[in-house]
């Protein structure tokens, strides 16, 4: 039966500062790796193991992945690095402070920019410092300017139809770190949520979460770590 699990960066230094993230590449902080590193032991403990992984081109989530692989003994594990695998684009949110931009346009407005389906951030302003198109790691890729989650499903589908997917049905055993974002468009498409329910899931930090699929990649169950018997 194929098996997925999907992790979440542990938390960042922006995740601590309460700071709009998205493609800007902060690093884990102390709690953060610490996260990763009890991720990989008590992925060990239960008997995980895998075949091949998966992470976006941002460094928390490859430090995240070089941490469980570590205290998993599997640093030699293939990896498939995917700019596809990135965290929503935060547009011009990009470096703002949560709470502070809640004061500022009401919880309400805040909530749809991070919840809503199709509504995407605002556009970066002219020379946003927080400008990452000229970046050689995205030499030759559409870097959006902003990205609402339908926008981010658009090419972390693809992303799955493509790679993962066709890794879970050649028998591998799949982990994938990423990111809060893309990682709720993959669980989207994995439970078959609606644009509203899936406005409700949030992601922890560092906490793998475990499918188990049919061959047809449908889940036959689903649970945090933690939880999984
Ligand atoms: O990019 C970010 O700021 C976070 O990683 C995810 O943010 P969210 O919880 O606002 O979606």
């Known amino acids: 039966m194929p098996t997925l699990v999907l992790v979440r960066h542990g938390q960042s230094a922006w995740n601590l500062e309460n700071r709009f993230t998205g493609w800007w590449d902060v690093s884990v902080t102390e709690q953060g ?14 008997g995980f193991a895998f075949d091949q992984c998966f992470v976006s081109l941002l460094t928390r989530a490859n430090q995240t992945l070089n941490l469980i692989l570590e205290e998993m003994g599997d640093l030699w594990l293939p990896v498939a690095k995917d700019w596809r695998l990135n965290e929503r684009h935060y547009g011009g949110l990009t470096g703002l402070n949560k709470a502070e931009t809640a004061e ?24 946003s410092r927080y400008d990452v198109t ?5 030499a030759g890729l559409p870097v959006p300017h902003t990205e609402s989650l339908k926008d981010t499903i658009a090419r972390v589908i693809p992303c799955w139809s493509e790679t993962i997917a066709p890794a ?31 406005t409700k899931v949030e992601i922890p930090t560092g906490q793998p979460l475990v499918y188990e699929l049919r061959d047809d990649l449908t889940p ?4 945090y770590l933690a939880d999984w018997a």
């Open 33 to 46: 790796a610490a996260e990763a590193r009890q991720a990989g032991r008590d992925l060990k403990a239960k």
């Open 104 to 127: 500022k346009h009401g919880e309400e407005q805040v909530f749809i920019w991070r919840r809503s389906f199709d509504v995407p951030p605002p556009l970066p302003e002219a020379g």
């Open 134 to 138: 000229s970046d050689r790691r995205y």
């Open 168 to 198: 879970l049905r050649s028998g591998q055993r799949v982990l994938v770190v990423a990111h809060g974002n893309s990682l709720r468009g993959l669980v989207k498409h994995l439970d078959n949520l609606s644009d509203e329910a899936i």
């Open 220 to 223: 036959v169950r689903k649970a």
